[in-house]
Each structure stands twice: as C-alpha cells, then as structure tokens.
C-alpha cells in the first residue's frame, strides 16, 4: 500500500520517489512473499535526501514556533548546528584585540605580573610570620618556670666558710661565703695544671662569695660541699674533686662547676638569673 502518496502534505517530489521506491515490490504468486525491490538510481535518491532534509527543517521551524518541545526538536536543533554557543575568553585575554601587537601592551601585562607576585610575596610574609610566632609561643617557657626563673638569696644568713644550697630552675645552686685563707689558696693556684684551665678572680664577682651550679659536669650528680680532697666539693657517684672555686682537680669530671649569672643588689642580696 502507498501511504506516502496519499498524504495531502507530501510534495510531489516526494510522491514520485516513494511511487518507485512501493511500485518495485511485487507479490510472488502463492508463496506470500514479497520480491526484491528495485534498486532506485542515484538521481531519485538524491532527490530523497535533499527532500528530507528540507523537510526536517520545515519541521523544526514549525516546532520552534509553535513552542513544542522535545527530544526530536532537540535533534533537529543539532543537526543544524545553529544551538551552539562557543566559549568566548575576550575577557581573559591580554590581548584582546586581534590586531593589536602582543609588545604593544607588554608594558600593562608587566604591572599585571608585578601586583600579582608582590600580594603573593607579602601573603607568604603574614603566613610565615604567624607560624613562627606560634612555634614560638609553643617552646617558650610557661608562666610558672619564667616565675622561678630569678631568685633572691639573703646573704645575711650564710655564716663564713659555710655553704648553703638553694634551688634554681629545677637544679641545685651553691652559695659559698669563702674565708680570706680560702680565697688566698685558690689565688695562689696554677691554672697550668688544670684540667679547665681558669683563674679564680674570673668565677667570682666578689672573692668572698661562690656561685656554682651544685650538678657534676661528669654525670650530673650531686656534689657534696666542705668536702674532698681539695677542701672544696666531691662528687659521690665517681669520685670528682673540686676545690673552693669549684674547679674541677681529681676524677672523671671534664669540666669546672657552672658559674649561672648573677648580681649582687646591694650588700646582703643576691640576685642569680
């Protein structure tokens, strides 16, 4: 049956190809099967296609029109290529006329590039800047040992060749009130034989008064005052001998006492940190 040309909206194009194309099939006689077609020359076919394509955009025409939408108006939208927006950079060029020369507004692209890397530079200043600050906020010491960081001794309460022990940032600190005949002795030394070599003027600010860290440069022990072989400090733990400068003189120690930093107030006061 030859639908296509029956239609009334069919063009007579249309109607003649479709006549040869329904008019080549022929009923074999009792068998119910249908013949081949004929083959339809390059002519008609042409003829065809053209048509079609005609007629899809008459189509799409009427659809846009009429405000139908769909999956075939979106077809027929792509196939005539006219939807496509292609993505415009003007804006992001540098050169956004096409004729202009690139070395023509090199001098504006120059500044761009200046501004840009300045910020990021001084960015990197202010970020480098707080995590430095915060790293050091974090090893700084805490309110309670900066607290203890300085003492006061009274000096009034050692008696002359005694020596007392205060505590100072966790450690054990000897205050010694040195005699004339101690202080005489420990002048008349020859710091050639030393093992730290050190005059005694050079570890006191007053001869008659000793400031010693009270911890053994071999191991960290404890000293023992008024003791040893040089009247000074000895060591239990492996036999250190110190005088009364607190120079090392006999045993495994390599090192002389640890003179901390101090200064005398007035008269009777001590300050030591």
């Given at each position: 049956m030859n639908v296509v040309a029956k239609s009334p909206n069919v063009s007579p194009i249309l109607k003649a190809a479709t006549t040869v194309v329904t008019n080549g099939f022929a009923p074999v006689a009792g068998s119910g099967v249908a013949a081949k077609p004929k083959i339809l020359v390059k002519p008609v076919v042409s003829i065809l296609i053209n048509q079609s394509i005609s007629d899809s955009l008459f189509c799409r025409s009427l659809r846009v029109s009429s405000?139908?939408?769909?999956?075939?108006?979106?077809?027929?939208?792509?196939?005539?290529?006219?939807?496509?927006?292609?993505?415009?950079?003007?804006?992001?060029?540098?050169?956004?006329?096409?004729?202009?020369?690139?070395?023509?507004?090199?001098?504006?692209?120059?500044?761009?590039?200046?501004?840009?890397?300045?910020?990021?530079?001084?960015?990197?200043?202010?970020?480098?800047?707080?995590?430095?600050?915060?790293?050091?906020?974090?090893?700084?010491?805490?309110?309670?040992?900066?607290?203890?960081?300085?003492?006061?001794?009274?000096?009034?309460?050692?008696?002359?060749?005694?020596?007392?022990?205060?505590?100072?940032?966790?450690?054990?600190?000897?205050?010694?009130?040195?005699?004339?005949?101690?202080?005489?002795?420990?002048?008349?030394?020859?710091?050639?034989?030393?093992?730290?070599?050190?005059?005694?003027?050079?570890?006191?600010?007053?001869?008659?008064?000793?400031?010693?860290?009270?911890?053994?440069?071999?191991?960290?022990?404890?000293?023992i005052a008024n003791a040893g072989d040089f009247g000074g400090y000895y060591c239990p733990c492996h036999g250190s001998h110190y005088d009364a400068s607190g120079r090392i003189r006999k045993g495994p120690a390599p090192l002389n006492l640890e003179v901390p930093q101090y200064e005398f107030t007035d008269s009777k006061t001590l300050l030591v940190g």
């Open positions: 405000g139908i939408t769909g999956a075939t108006q979106t077809s027929q939208k792509r196939w005539a290529h006219t939807d496509i927006q292609w993505p415009d950079f003007t804006p992001y060029r540098n050169v956004k006329n096409p004729e202009e020369k690139v070395k023509d507004n090199q001098a504006a692209r120059r500044t761009t590039a200046y501004l840009v890397t300045g910020a990021t530079v001084v960015s990197g200043i202010y970020v480098a800047k707080g995590i430095a600050y915060g790293l050091v906020s974090y090893m700084s010491a805490s309110a309670d040992v900066l607290a203890m960081a300085k003492i006061e001794v009274d000096l009034s309460t050692i008696p002359e060749g005694k020596s007392a022990v205060f505590k100072w940032r966790g450690k054990p600190l000897f205050v010694r009130h040195r005699s004339a005949a101690e202080i005489a002795k420990e002048g008349k030394v020859d710091i050639s034989i030393l093992r730290d070599p050190q005059n005694d003027l050079e570890r006191v600010k007053q001869p008659e008064w000793l400031v010693v860290l009270g911890v053994c440069t071999h191991l960290g022990c404890v000293p």
